[in-house]
């Protein structure tokens, strides 16, 4: 049974950082490319960070380049995404998800697997 888990959201005040991890189970992790969604209330879900099978290549969404990192660890079946200078903007519910097959990693209907999402609430 495949599993992604999400851990790490919390509050965190304007300017804070967070680090979310996601522990995959389930499945080899070194066949997927990985990524990470967000969706606010009232809001589509959107592309955060996606990172190829061995973190070589990772690409952002425009609204957290420069201040959100992708990793992962294939080893312990970890992806994580650190998370510095928050913003208010960025209070949403934060989706770990698996691209096992040949789609755009930026392409939410792409990926195949996702966990329950972790609660990241930024205040001003």
């Known amino acids: 049974q495949v599993q992604l888990v999400e851990s790490g959201g919390g509050l965190v005040q304007a300017g804070g950082s967070l680090r979310l991890s996601c522990e995959v189970s389930g499945f080899n992790i070194d066949h997927a490319r990985m990524g990470w969604f967000r969706q606010a209330p009232g809001k589509e879900r959107e592309f955060v960070a996606g990172?190829?099978?061995?973190?070589?290549?990772?690409t952002y969404g425009d609204s957290v380049k420069g201040r959100f990192t992708i990793t992962r660890d294939n080893a312990k079946s970890l992806v994580d995404l650190q998370m510095n200078s928050l913003k208010p903007e960025d209070t949403a519910v934060y989706y770990c998800?698996?691209?096992?097959?040949?789609?755009?990693?930026?392409?939410?209907?792409?990926?195949?697997?996702w966990g329950q999402g972790t609660q990241v609430t930024v205040s001003s």
């Open positions: 990172v190829d099978w061995t973190g070589s290549y990772s």
């Open positions: 998800a698996a691209l096992t097959g040949y789609g755009h990693i930026m392409s939410e209907s792409a990926y195949d697997y």
